[in-house]
């Protein structure tokens, strides 16, 4: 099992630190890359046992055909990869896509 995040996906992750950090979510840079760096750890350790569903046509503009899988972080925050599923010789792939939060996206799911 491998877990690959686009170039696209991996440069939001610095620019979600920062964001996180500014608006006033985390009291220090450290704190908003720690909840960060447990995002992904969460979405590369956890994605495979998770239950996904198809994602809505609204998603197309990120991919085609893809699954997505939610991952809570607390009471308010619910975090949602996006990904295509590939099989190659016995290894199942997972592409991320996208990453989005229920802030941004529930209306479309």
Not at 29 to 51: C, F, G, N
Not at 81 to 95: C, H, P, S, W
């Amino acid at each position: 099992m491998n877990v690959v995040f686009l170039p696209e996906v991996q440069e939001y992750y610095d620019y979600l630190e920062q964001i996180l950090y500014e608006k006033g979510y985390f009291g220090s840079m450290e704190y908003s890359q720690r909840y960060v760096e447990e995002l992904v750890y969460d979405i590369r350790t956890y994605l495979p046992a998770k239950q996904h569903e198809p994602a809505q046509n609204y998603f197309d503009k990120y991919g085609k055909d893809m699954y997505y899988a939610s991952f809570r972080k607390n009471k308010q925050t619910t975090w949602y990869a996006f990904f295509n599923k590939y099989k190659e010789n016995g290894k199942t792939t997972y592409l991320i896509r996208y990453i989005a939060n229920n802030h941004t996206v529930a209306q479309y799911l």
